[in-house]
């Protein structure tokens, strides 16, 4: 049975933020702030439906979906691009899958004791968050 990642959890680390977001094709002004941004993460997990937001003091951004059930994402907030997505478990890991114009972009949200982690990549880069559980 997967883990069930509900909870509040604050930003400790990232790496590779630049890079990423320059595969997504964000300009350099959006890209420098983005990167000094420490979002905090709240997820709330309830059988085979989720809601995970990411909170910034410059915006929040919502991902509300059923697991293993495909839907347009509009990601307008985060790179002006609508994917079509899917997220499912892939053992221990919340697995995303977003089809679209950049190839091989999604990201995997797992837990290492009381730390979550998300790994992101698009087209050949990867950046790795990692974030404490507070509540």
């Known amino acids: 049975m ?12 990232q790496e590779n ?3 990423y977001l320059r595969a997504l094709d964000i300009n350099v002004v959006l890209r420098k702030l983005v990167c000094l941004l420490k979002p905090d993460k ?10 995970i937001r990411t909170i910034t ?3 929040d951004y919502v991902m509300d979906f059923d697991l293993g059930v495909q839907f347009e994402e509009d990601l307008g907030p985060v790179d002006g ?5 899917t997220v499912s478990w892939d053992g ?5 899958e977003q089809l679209g114009e950049k190839r ?3 990201w995997r949200h797992w837990l290492e004791g009381d730390q979550l982690h998300l790994r ?5 880069e990867v950046c790795v968050q990692v974030f404490q559980k507070v509540k």
Do not use: W
Request: hydrophobic content about 30%; overall charge negative.
């Open 2 to 13: 997967p883990p069930n990642l509900t909870g509040y959890y604050r930003f400790v680390s």
């Open 17 to 19: 933020m630049d890079n």
């Open 42 to 51: 709240e997820i709330i997990h309830t059988g085979d439906h989720m809601i």
């Open 57 to 59: 003091s410059l915006r």
């Open 81 to 85: 691009r609508k994917c079509q997505t």
């Open 92 to 96: 221990d890991q919340l697995v995303c």
């Open 104 to 106: 091989n972009r999604g």
């Open 120 to 124: 992101m990549t698009a087209e050949d």
